[in-house]
């Protein structure tokens, strides 16, 4: 294994992991729920608004708020600010950033929050307004949001690799068993891989159990010094290591892999840990196929072994591999940016022991990566980290 | 394989006509190059002045280099379909009522990889045939084809929606006493389309060529005088839920400019016939067109004008001609915004001076009037927007593109 050269995140933790329960569709707004999210936050801790220095936020439905707007509205006087528009990728950046950020002194106290809400027609508009190069040339296609791009790459990848439907049925059969220990979860009757097999197709190869439901949502947690988490007896997280890429492996023809794949190394040196060291995962599901691809990126197999490995591994709660346990995006719900802060807020409660009915027995080490931001015909942005838990 | 598409049967009146939605619309300033090379036909891709590397999207700069010096050329149109998917469940309205629909991706030869509307005959993993096309909104969309013919092709739903294809479709040709006017007629009736209505003026006046013009099955001769504001309505209460294509066959050409004319008698004629007629057919025929826009197999598609190259340069030798021309082909942008909710092409057939009576004096070449009706089918056929016909309009054209001042002395010396 690769030593790293980077500066080690000691003495900088995670802690407070808070969800704000989704909802299929919201009349409210997502400066409401971003506030919910704060309060949650603040209440966690113990501390007033005041103590918060710093603040990073991200959100598809603030409209015309960024950060800064969001100061005034929610009443915070910070020194630090930043507004993350990295989509599935966001809970990722928010870490690092912040964890730097009170490092170096720049801030104490960081709240990092995704919240967005779903009005019935928010996800149109968000899909309408995503990005030039989707604007000027998917939309127009009648793509309808990722899933004709995921499509695309799902059935490249199912023909390079082998993979069946069948073995994206997994991971989302896993899931849907873990969102029923999840009260929290959207969706809350089983799946079988039947149902999941005769689901309505959307975009061949995706059919209706490969897709997230839209909900509006918020998640968060606050990033501060160890003293300080300990002045305010905080359960705190450790923050082995992280890795973020971008636009990476462009010229590969059609996406096969994330830029996980050029920092894995990395990712695992930092940490000083190896993937068998990981007691659970929890990748960004947007769609399953996207969570094979990193299973194989972020080291638990090779490239193309994706398929062989989700038939050799129990993804459930109490399996071999737990993998999204909270249901994740596919059964929970994607609250727009919020998910990409599920998982990352999962897996927080796992290694601090207060995930309850969905807790893994003895989590001690876990991984939650992100992917976001299908531009044009991939995702671009990507990140892994590898948490701890206090004990370990 | 394509089966081949039915001729529509006649409309049930009970039944509701399905209105027109249009596909998103929304589109960078730069993307517009294709939009223009969609128009005439082109395949363009921006390419790099500095490295030479071709990109897609539209960019402001470079990928591989940074140069800003991106120019949309003429491009390879060959590349391979690496992956496609069925869409059967679309967000979008327009395309959630056309489902299932077929798109994918296809690595250019050149570089670049496009999402692009496929051909049913397109296969994964085989060589395509890539073009811009102007899609129901009027913006321009990739559309890969097959790269050999294939039975049917031009039957094909999806490219079905990007042209105005004269298959099943009723025509108005508007002045069937032109030669012109026949000659459009006749290469409509061989490109299918199912019947011909054809304008004349006062059809008691015999005319030459219209024995044969009688003669042709699945043509109607209707009462039509354009500058004459009631028999344009009279037809249209009569025929405009009929017709899917219109094309102003008009034509008043009359030589002089301003100063050898006595009077504006003339000049009023001109503006009667060719402007007021446009404006005539455009409010009786305009509405309901748009309206039926998506109104089936045999839905309103494309309104197509026949106008003098001069109207984007005077010829003084026909220099009021020309600004009548030049006021036609203005009011063509307004009506192609205005028809453009139906989805329904306004198609502008650019020519040089005609090999017809009025042109009597002008020294070759010339145009055809069957150059003008086989470009008028083509450009229906494969959905474009802006025609240039013959030797002189292309002449026009790069001399403009080139010095439009040096255009304005010379067509004056």
Redesign the interface.
């Known amino acids: 294994m690769q030593s790293s050269i980077r500066t080690p995140y000691d003495r900088v933790v995670m802690a407070v992991p808070v969800t704000i329960p989704y909802v299929r569709y919201s009349i409210e707004s997502a400066q409401w729920w971003i506030g919910r999210a704060l309060k949650a936050l603040v209440d966690g801790a113990g501390i007033t608004p005041r103590d918060i220095d710093g603040f990073c936020v991200s959100s598809f439905t603030a409209g015309l708020d960024s950060g800064i707007s969001l100061t005034q509205h929610f009443g915070l006087c910070v020194r630090w600010i930043d507004t993350i528009p990295l989509g599935g990728a966001s809970a990722i950046a928010a870490l690092r950033r912040a964890a730097r950020a009170v490092q170096a002194g720049d801030a104490r106290i960081v709240a990092c929050v995704a919240g967005d809400t779903n009005h019935v027609d928010s996800?149109?508009y968000t899909?309408?307004n995503f990005s030039?190069?989707n604007?000027?040339?998917?939309?127009?296609?009648?793509?309808?949001?990722a899933?004709?791009?995921f499509?695309?790459?799902a059935?490249?990848y199912m023909?390079t690799f082998g993979a069946r439907r069948e073995d994206f049925g997994r991971i989302a059969v896993a899931q849907r068993s873990n969102a029923l220990r999840n009260p929290h979860a959207l969706m809350k009757a089983p799946l079988t891989l039947d149902q999941y097999m005769s689901a309505?197709?959307?975009?061949?190869?995706?059919h209706l159990f490969d897709c997230v439901m839209p909900c509006a949502g918020a998640e968060g947690f606050l990033v501060m010094s160890e003293d300080v988490a300990a002045s305010l007896k905080l359960p705190a997280v450790k923050i082995l290591s992280t890795i973020e890429r971008h636009n990476a492996f462009g010229d590969d023809?059609?996406q096969v892999r994330g830029g996980w794949a050029m920092d894995v190394d990395e990712l695992y040196a930092m940490a000083g840990v190896k993937p068998d060291d990981i007691d659970f995962v929890q990748t960004y599901d947007d769609y399953p196929v996207i969570s094979m691809m990193q299973f194989e990126d972020l080291g638990f197999c090779r490239k193309g072994e994706g398929p062989d490995f989700v038939r050799q591994h129990d993804l459930t709660i109490d399996g071999s591999f737990p993998h999204n346990t909270s249901g994740g995006q596919l059964s929970v719900g994607q609250a727009g940016a919020g998910g990409a802060y599920l998982g990352m807020v999962e897996a927080m409660r796992q290694v601090l022991g207060q995930a309850g009915p969905t807790q893994v027995g003895n989590a001690r080490i876990g991984l939650a990566s992100g992917f976001g931001m299908i531009n044009?015909?991939r995702g671009l942005a990507s990140g892994a980290a590898i948490l701890a838990g206090p004990g370990s | 394989m394509i089966e081949p598409i039915v001729k529509p049967r006649r409309k049930n009146p009970l039944q509701r006509t399905r209105l027109p939605t249009s596909p998103p619309r929304a589109r960078s300033r730069a993307s517009h190059g294709f939009t223009r090379a969609a128009a005439e036909g082109r395949f363009m891709l921006q390419r790099c002045g500095a490295c030479g590397a071709f990109c897609y999207p539209a960019r402001d700069a470079c990928p591989a280099c940074l140069s800003a010096d991106l120019v949309f050329a003429d491009a390879p149109r060959r590349g391979t379909l690496l992956s496609e998917t069925t869409l059967h469940v679309p967000a979008d309205v327009h395309f959630r009522e056309r489902a299932p629909w077929r798109v994918g991706l296809v690595a250019m030869e050149c570089g670049p990889k496009l999402v692009t509307h496929l051909h049913a005959d397109c296969e994964e993993g085989r060589p395509v045939v890539m073009s811009f096309q102007l899609d129901k909104s009027g913006q321009a969309v990739a559309f890969a084809h097959p790269e050999r013919e294939t039975p049917n092709m031009a039957d094909d739903r999806q490219w079905r929606e990007m042209t105005a294809d004269p298959k099943f479709r009723r025509v108005l040709v508007t002045n069937g006493r032109s030669i012109v006017g026949q000659e459009v007629v006749a290469a409509l009736k061989a490109a299918g389309a199912s019947i011909v209505f054809v304008g004349v003026a006062e059809p008691w006046k015999p005319f030459r060529g219209e024995e044969a013009l009688r003669a042709l099955e699945g043509v109607e001769i209707v009462p039509l005088d354009i500058g004459d504001e009631k028999s344009v309505a009279d037809l249209a209460a009569d025929i405009g839920g009929k017709v899917d294509i219109l094309v102003n066959t008009t034509e008043h050409v009359r030589a002089g400019g301003l100063l050898d004319r006595q009077g504006t008698s003339v000049v009023r004629d001109e503006i009667d016939q060719s402007y007021l007629g446009f404006v005539h057919l455009a409010q009786a025929f305009g509405p309901v067109m748009r309206m039926r826009g998506a109104d089936g197999v045999n839905s309103a598609a494309a309104w197509v004008n026949i106008l003098s190259v001069y109207a984007l340069a005077n010829w003084p030798v026909f220099g009021a001609y020309s600004a009548s021309q030049a006021a036609c082909l203005s009011l063509s942008h307004s009506l192609r915004a205005e028809l453009r909710p139906g989805g329904v092409k306004v198609v502008n057939v650019l020519t040089g001076p005609l090999d017809i009576e009025w042109f009597q004096t002008v020294p070759p070449p010339k145009v055809a009037p069957r150059a003008v009706a086989s470009a008028i089918v083509s450009a229906l056929k494969r959905g474009l927007e802006d025609v240039f016909v013959g030797d002189v309009a292309e002449d026009i054209r790069q001399r403009l593109a080139a010095n439009p001042k040096a255009v304005e002395r010379e067509l004056g010396a």
């Open positions: 996800f149109r899909l309408e030039r190069f604007q000027d040339a998917v939309y127009p296609y009648g793509a309808g949001g899933n004709a791009s499509a695309l790459i059935r490249n023909r309505r197709p959307i975009a061949d190869p995706i023809p059609v044009y015909d």
